[in-house]
């Protein structure tokens, strides 16, 4: 059974620092670009950053020069380095398939709660 497990939230002041984890269950994961996406209260979920197979990546310009993702495929799992927090990057925080990838998982996991407060 493929499943998709984040981990790695919490509470952080402002100006501070996470680091988020997903590990992908399932054979295909060294082959297939992933994502991180994130969904604050009220608003749509969104793409903030994505690494191809080859360990390519982009990021929103929100997060640019703050987050960085990279990959271990032998591990299965993606990051997400987040520094420079910011109260506007309190949100649930998921990984998946970014769109237009060549494949789709068809579901999201349980993601991670990041808030940044003082």
């Known amino acids: 059974q493929v499943q998709l497990v984040e981990s790695g939230g919490g509470l952080v002041q402002p100006g501070g620092s996470l680091r988020l984890s997903c590990v992908a269950s399932?054979?295909?994961?060294?082959?297939?670009?992933m994502g991180w996406f994130r969904q604050a209260p009220g608003k749509r979920r969104e793409l903030v950053a994505r690494?191809?197979?080859?360990?390519?990546?982009n990021y929103t310009d929100s997060v640019k020069g703050r987050f960085t993702i990279s990959r271990d495929n032998a591990k299965n799992t993606v990051y997400l380095q987040m520094n420079m927090l910011q109260p506007e990057d309190t949100a649930v925080y998921y990984c998946?398939?970014?769109?237009?990838?060549?494949?789709?998982?068809?579901?999201w996991g349980r993601g991670t709660q990041v808030t940044v407060s003082s």
């Open positions: 998946n398939a970014p769109p237009n990838s060549t494949y789709a998982f068809g579901f």
């Open positions: 399932g054979s295909v994961f060294s082959f297939i670009d």
């Open positions: 690494i191809s197979s080859g360990g390519s990546t």
